[in-house]
């Protein structure tokens, strides 16, 4: 937890996050901004930048990835992946969102260049439970597009937008991932580069 703003794993804030995950809708969320000290965001940024990206297209998306960053040789990011998957950011998370997890990760990085997108799904596959994304995207509002859409949902199906969060940097986005979980990643349309990092806790 070494690499958390502190001022998110108190007692108190760690109580006030809980229930603002149980409340919020359309499914359990959290957005939390300042997630990390500035510099080391920064310095996140900077390596995730060096990391090859595959670009990646089908009907659903376009975007561009790394590989899962248990194989990456980038100390810095080899960092980030062993304290996400410490027990301590674990029982964090835990707390936090009420789920048993299993000790489990996936993670990797994600570029939405001009007219990449991420189409309506739930997330739902294998043992994912939580799902994650830590932006890294720099200047991005809202003419640059590039949000994280939330749907209502009805009957299994998704339904309407209900709610739009920015890619702003140095937040991070956490959901649980459910037959409701609906989201989607609006086209970027502008010439900014959206970084991320995401992935999901089983």
Partial sequence: MEFVN???INEK??????EEFAKNEPYKHLFIKG???EGKASEILRELKKEEFEHK???LFSLNQTEDFKFTKNRILKELYSSLKGKEFFKWLEEISGIKLEGEIDVSGSLYKNCDYLLCHD???ESRKIAFVYYLSEGFDEKDGGEFVMFDSEKGKPWRVAKKYPPLWNSLLIF?????SF???GENVGQKDRYAIGGWFH
Avoid at 176 to 180: G, N, T, Y
């Fill in 6 to 8: 502190l001022d998110l």
């Fill in 13 to 18: 804030k760690i109580n006030e996050l809980k």
């Fill in 35 to 37: 997630f990390l000290d």
């Fill in 57 to 59: 297209e089908s009907d």
């Fill in 123 to 125: 997330d739902q596959l």
């Fill in 176 to 180: 649980e991932v459910s037959e409701k």
């Fill in 183 to 185: 989201h989607e990643v």
